[in-house]
């Protein structure tokens, strides 16, 4: 039976029983789906026990993801993915996680290397903002869109190894972010779409220079890592097995990598990228009145090519 929407998706083709707002829309092709999102059904029998509110589970090629009032997701070598919803499950929460922790595996399953870090473009190449959950990944990307650097993805960064190294796949055209962020930016969350799930986060839709759908992968120069320090902005190379460890640390849903058995195929994955990007850490102090001269400190940095700019 044929599937109801077809999109791209990060340089996958996915055929979906489920609508995936946010994706880029592609027209049905005779081409066979790289991935296959449907309904049905995928036994949860001890994994929700206690007060969990979400547990997985692998097994060979397989990893289950149960979520507590959601929906148990089942992810298959890296091409396909059931959904069974529970009852009441909100239609935006099953999307939530399917574009989150269930595309979270199926890149590990194809070998697909993936940051969770959102990145814009600065000039014909990108940089990439990690850290730890609250960081503002999204909240630099945003305040960059407004100062000239579009937008390539938000939140989780998916790379293609090239000839030429790591490029970014461009993500759905919108960030996910807080009211407070939001009111900073002179945007209403009232007007936006809520991002699904219990926090106030909401869609922000923005300009992209994308032209079509599944645009070429967009060269990614630097990876700065985001952390928490008093004073001025400064920054700090990173190399070596560091940033090899920085960037396994940041990679999305590292939790699945060991139990998958792909530790070294992640290893390979995270070393390539180090070799080929500059990794730095971003030190500055949180706060909004303090987010011009992180902005700028970022541009002066790229001024001066430490990047690769």
Not at 3 to 32: K, N, W
Not at 147 to 175: E, F, I, K, Y
Not at 280 to 308: I, P, T
Request: charged content about 20%.
């Amino acid at each position: 039976m044929s599937l109801r929407y077809s999109y791209q998706f990060c340089g996958l083709r996915i055929a979906s029983d489920l609508a995936l707002p946010g994706l880029d829309a592609v027209t049905p092709s005779e081409r066979v789906p790289d991935v296959v999102v449907r309904y049905g059904a995928v036994s949860s029998r001890g994994m929700l026990d206690g007060d969990a509110a979400g547990a997985w589970r692998a097994d060979g090629d397989t990893l289950k993801l149960a979520i507590r009032g959601i929906a148990t997701y089942a992810m298959v070598a890296g091409r396909a993915v059931w959904i069974d919803p529970m009852n009441g499950a909100y239609e935006p929460d099953l999307v939530l996680f399917l574009q989150g922790s269930v595309f979270g595996a199926i890149w590990h399953q194809r070998g697909i290397l993936a940051l969770h870090a959102s990145s814009v473009h600065v000039g014909d190449s990108c940089v990439a903002f990690a850290g730890a959950s609250g960081a503002g990944k999204s909240t630099i990307a945003a305040f960059l869109t407004r100062r000239g650097c579009p937008l390539v993805s938000d939140d989780v960064s998916v790379l293609s190894m090239t000839d030429h190294g790591p490029a970014v796949w461009p993500g759905p055209h919108r960030l996910k972010l807080w009211e407070d962020g939001l009111s900073e930016l002179g945007e209403d969350a009232s007007s936006l779409n809520h991002a699904g799930g219990r926090r106030r986060k909401y869609h922000l839709p923005v300009a992209t220079p994308r032209l079509a759908p599944g645009d070429k992968p967009v060269p990614l120069t630097a990876l700065y890592l985001i952390e928490d320090a008093e004073g001025e902005p400064r920054f700090e190379s990173v190399t070596g097995l560091d940033a090899i460890h920085a960037i396994a640390r940041h990679t999305y849903c590292p939790e699945y990598v060991s139990a998958l058995g792909l530790d070294a195929q992640h290893f390979r994955l995270c070393a390539r990228t180090a070799a080929r990007i500059a990794v730095r850490r971003l030190r500055r102090q949180r706060g909004f009145a303090h987010m011009d001269g992180v902005l700028h400190a970022l541009e002066a940095d790229w001024q001066k090519g430490v990047s690769g700019m």
